[in-house]
């Protein structure tokens, strides 16, 4: 019995001491996965703006509002999926990689943290709405594109 405490004692404190170099290795590898989608990533980052998704377009996208589910049963976009931003790599098994991903936030910042972390993961489909809910709402919703394209006013 001695002998067998006396193994998985050893054992455990052994794991102890490697951990810290296991998850030094974990961490330089994605601080390299974050150099090399910094190092290719496009200028905006995935940013899309309201008034550049026509109408007919919105259909196509997976959208996710990654606010807290308080403020996304206060109003969100028509057809979004809710998914608190802290939660998108967990979650990520229901993002699809087949056609684009639009994710908003109120204002951009948190959408635009977690759009990063997707496609650091792999997710290149995915576009962060620029100015989020706020300025969806204030360029004029699903009619953005058109509300944009519009008569020229003097």
């Known amino acids: 019995m001695n002998i067998r ?6 054992a455990t404190v052994a794991s102890l001491m490697l951990a810290p170099a296991v998850l030094a290795d974990n961490k330089a590898a994605v601080i390299d996965e974050m150099e090399g989608y910094l190092e290719f ?3 905006g980052g995935g940013v899309i703006f309201a ?4 109408k007919d377009e919105w259909p196509k996208f997976m959208v996710i509002d990654a606010r807290d589910p308080a403020q996304f049963a206060r ?3 028509p057809g979004a999926t809710n998914m608190d931003w802290r ?4 979650k990520r098994s229901t993002v ?6 639009l994710i908003y936030c109120n204002t951009g910042s948190l959408s635009a943290q977690a759009g990063f972390a997707l496609r650091v993961a792999g997710w290149d489909n995915v576009k962060i709405l620029q100015g989020g809910m706020e300025e969806w709402q ?3 919703g699903f009619d953005a594109a058109a509300k944009a394209a519009g008569p020229v006013k003097h």
């Open 75 to 77: 109003g969100h976009i």
């Open 87 to 90: 939660q998108v790599l967990a």
């Open 41 to 43: 990533v496009d200028y």
């Open 51 to 54: 008034e550049q998704i026509p």
């Open 5 to 10: 405490i006396t193994t998985l004692a050893i």
């Open 138 to 140: 204030a360029k004029g």
């Open 96 to 101: 699809p990689k087949n056609k684009p991903v």
